[in-house]
């Protein structure tokens, strides 16, 4: 821009960029022994500046966060998969988009089964693999989604006891910006969703206040009880 006869002037493009961090969807608190496609941890991708197209990243499963593998060993307390008899995990690991940012998975961009021998690189930072996405996708430039890591609990309790711990993470996201045509990676340290813990589910049964005391005449076919029967989550 300007005139030929003197000096050109320049014009910066600035690249766009992307962010992971912790969502606020991630959930804490308890989950139940057998749940199976459960969401483990929530993570934010935030694309800003152009569309930025996920095509690899790395899962975390050490469970106590720390780099810590749990692969092999037996360990009190923590998330493990010592064998194939002896996981604490079943059936798939998957990573969901959120488009709608409610917690509930849209789309399933990773699945890669639970067994040891595929787990036992996701059991510690030192030596997570990259996972290319089956299915690449893309953040639309200004928006948000949530990344999903989704896993199903072993019903054997000899495997899973009630008060272990799970806090899976992510990182290294591989991706490719759409409109400056670069490569890029984020999230280089460990990015934690919440800590949740496995426990037994329990059934309580209570009267029902809504159905206070009656009076009636002698008759068939007539409601006389009413109760209040709720599993925990």
Not at 74 to 86: D, K, N, P, R, V
Not at 152 to 172: K, Q
């Amino acid at each position: 821009i300007g005139d030929k006869t003197t000096t050109y002037n320049a014009i910066s493009i600035n690249e766009g960029s992307l962010t992971v961090s912790k969502s606020n969807l991630s959930p804490s608190g308890d989950v139940t022994i057998g749940a199976t496609d459960t969401v483990l941890g929530a993570f934010e991708l935030k694309a800003a500046g152009e569309d930025i197209e996920l095509q690899r990243l790395r899962i975390d499963l050490s469970s106590n966060g720390v780099g810590t593998s749990n692969q092999g060993t037996a360990t009190t307390g923590a998330m493990e998969c010592i064998s194939a008899a002896a996981c604490d995990l079943t059936s798939s690991v998957k990573i969901m988009v959120d488009t709608n940012l409610d917690g509930i998975g849209d789309t399933t961009l990773l699945s890669t089964s639970a067994a040891p021998t595929t787990l036992s690189d996701l059991w510690t930072q030192a030596s997570l693999a990259d996972y290319d996405l089956s299915s690449f996708y893309t953040v639309k430039g200004g928006s948000t989604v949530n990344l999903l890591i989704v896993g199903s609990i072993t019903s054997n309790t000899a495997n899973t006891t009630t008060g272990e711990t799970i806090r899976v993470g992510l990182r290294a996201v591989y991706h490719y910006k759409k409109s400056s045509l670069k490569y890029g990676t984020v999230a280089a340290t460990l990015v934690q969703a919440n800590t949740i813990t496995v426990n037994q589910s329990t059934l309580t049964v209570s009267s029902n206040t809504a159905y206070g005391p009656q009076t009636m005449v002698a008759q068939s076919s007539v409601k006389v009880g009413s109760f209040v029967v709720k599993a925990s989550s």
